[in-house]
C-alpha cells in the first residue's frame, strides 16, 4: 500500500514567512502606543489634590504630613489651619504662642522650645497657650517647676540649684530635661481612616477631606466623595455617594 500527499506550496510558504516577518514590528509598535495611551490616561486621572499632599521633609528625616504642612512645598488644604512648619537648620519648626517647637512626630509630637538647643543655658519658657490648635496636654508629661532669677527662696518647694557656671562643680540634667520637651496630643479618627484606606487627609477651610487617587471623599477612599461643580464661573463643591 502506498500514500501520496501534495507537495507544500514553497511560493505560499515564502510569501506567509515574509508577511509574518513583517507584520512583528508593526505588533509591537501597536502595543507599545496603546500601553503608553492607558499610562497616560492613568497618571492624567490621579487627584492633583493626591498628589499636592505627599508627605514632604525638612530635611531631618520625618516626614511632614497632616495635621501640618510646609508653605511653598505643599498647599494649605493639606494641613491644618495654623498648622505651617518653618524648616529652620534641616528641622521642622512650629510657631505657637510667640515661641518656636520642635515637631518631633505627625500625631502625637513632643513640641521643645528650640532655645534649648541654642543656648548654654536657656531661661525655662512660660505660659504656653494652644488655646487655636486642637491640642492637648498629654497626661504621660510631669511637672517641673523652675523658680527663675528669684529674691528669695520658695518655701514650699524642694529647692536643686541649676548651676551654669563653666567652673561648676556638679552636672545638672535640667537642660537636657527641657530639650526632651512635653508631649502633646491631637485626635483625627477621620484621618486615620482616610490613611487605612490608602487616602491623604486634608482641609479645605471648613471640614475635614480624605484625597484619594481618583477623587475627593469625606472620610475615606470609596464612601461619599466630592465633586465641584463650576457655576458662572465659580467653583462649588457638592457632595455625591459612591454607587456599590
Not at 500527499?5 to 515574509?18: D, G, V
Not at 502633646?184 to 484606606?197: G, I, R, V
Amino acid at each position: 500500500m502506498s500514500f501520496s500527499a501534495p507537495l507544500p506550496n514553497l511560493k505560499q510558504q515564502k510569501i506567509l514567512r515574509i508577511s509574518i516577518h513583517y507584520n512583528e514590528p508593526q505588533m509591537y509598535i501597536i502595543i507599545t502606543i496603546i500601553f503608553l495611551f492607558f499610562l497616560a490616561t492613568t497618571v492624567v486621572s490621579v487627584n492633583p489634590k493626591f498628589v499636592a499632599c505627599t508627605p514632604r521633609s525638612c530635611g531631618n528625616g520625618l516626614n511632614i504630613k497632616y495635621p501640618f504642612w510646609i508653605p511653598y512645598e505643599q498647599d494649605s488644604f493639606c494641613g491644618y489651619p495654623h498648622f505651617e512648619i518653618t524648616c529652620k537648620n534641616k528641622n521642622p519648626i512650629l510657631k505657637a504662642s510667640n515661641y518656636d517647637l520642635l515637631v518631633c512626630s505627625n500625631s502625637s509630637f513632643t513640641a521643645a522650645n528650640l532655645a534649648t538647643y541654642e543656648e548654654k543655658c536657656p531661661a525655662p519658657m512660660h505660659n504656653y497657650s494652644f488655646d487655636q490648635l486642637p491640642f492637648t496636654y498629654s497626661s504621660e508629661n510631669n511637672n517641673l517647676s523652675f523658680f527663675y532669677n528669684c529674691t528669695t527662696k520658695p518655701i514650699d518647694f524642694p529647692i536643686y540649684e541649676v548651676d551654669c557656671a563653666k567652673n561648676a562643680t556638679h552636672y545638672s540634667f535640667a537642660t537636657e530635661i527641657l530639650k526632651m520637651g512635653f508631649l502633646l496630643n491631637w485626635t483625627s479618627p477621620d484621618c486615620q481612616y482616610c490613611e487605612k484606606s490608602g487616602g491623604r487627609c486634608g482641609f479645605d477651610g471648613y471640614q475635614f477631606l480624605c484625597f484619594c487617587k481618583d477623587k475627593s471623599y469625606l472620610k475615606s477612599c470609596g464612601d461619599v466623595y466630592v465633586s465641584v461643580v463650576n457655576v458662572k464661573g465659580v467653583d462649588h463643591e457638592i457632595v455625591l455617594q459612591q454607587l456599590q
